[in-house]
């Protein structure tokens, strides 16, 4: 498979700083839209949990689309690469077994923007849970089941 045109792009003037706050985007490789499978998507979901629990990141609002999710989360004890590979590498390793398969499953690369201001981190939120509306998967994003944010 040819590597991605400008995935190498992605990583120039990335930085990382504790105590900040990010928007993250990952996508399933060649898009599948592996997430349609609610149970796969809630193992990445426990991967997002783990890397809260385990002190990485404080999650503040995250949606699993079909073929990709967005993760907003305060970063603390870790580095953005860090946090990406591990979440990354981990759900790899559970989808893949729920598959019974050994598939390449994540795109090279993520996507990341830091907030700059608490009226940023809020429209930040409302865009990311309003993911599946946007995209009429439902009518009410309470009818949605991968999405949570830590106001409500």
């Known amino acids: 498979m040819p590597r991605q045109p400008n995935s190498h792009l992605l990583r120039r003037g990335r930085y990382s700083e504790s105590g900040r706050s990010y928007l ?46 967005h993760w907003l989360f305060d970063l603390n004890n870790a580095t953005l690469p860090d946090v ?3 979440t990354k590498s981990r759900s790899t390793l559970s989808i ?37 509306l946007r995209a009429g998967l439902v009518e009410h994003i309470g009818d949605y089941p991968l999405w949570d944010a830590a106001w409500l």
């Open 24 to 69: 993250v985007t990952a996508v399933v490789h060649r898009r599948q839209p592996i997430f349609n499978d609610f149970k796969l998507g809630r193992l990445l979901v426990a991967e997002f949990k783990r890397a809260h629990d385990a002190g990485l990141v404080n999650s503040l609002a995250w949606v699993v689309m079909p073929d990709h999710f």
């Open 84 to 86: 990406m590979r591990q």
């Open 96 to 132: 893949n077994k729920a598959r019974g398969s050994r598939d390449k499953f994540w795109q090279r690369g993520y996507h990341d923007r830091a907030v700059r201001t608490d009226e940023d981190l809020l429209k930040m939120a409302r865009y990311i849970i309003a993911n599946p």
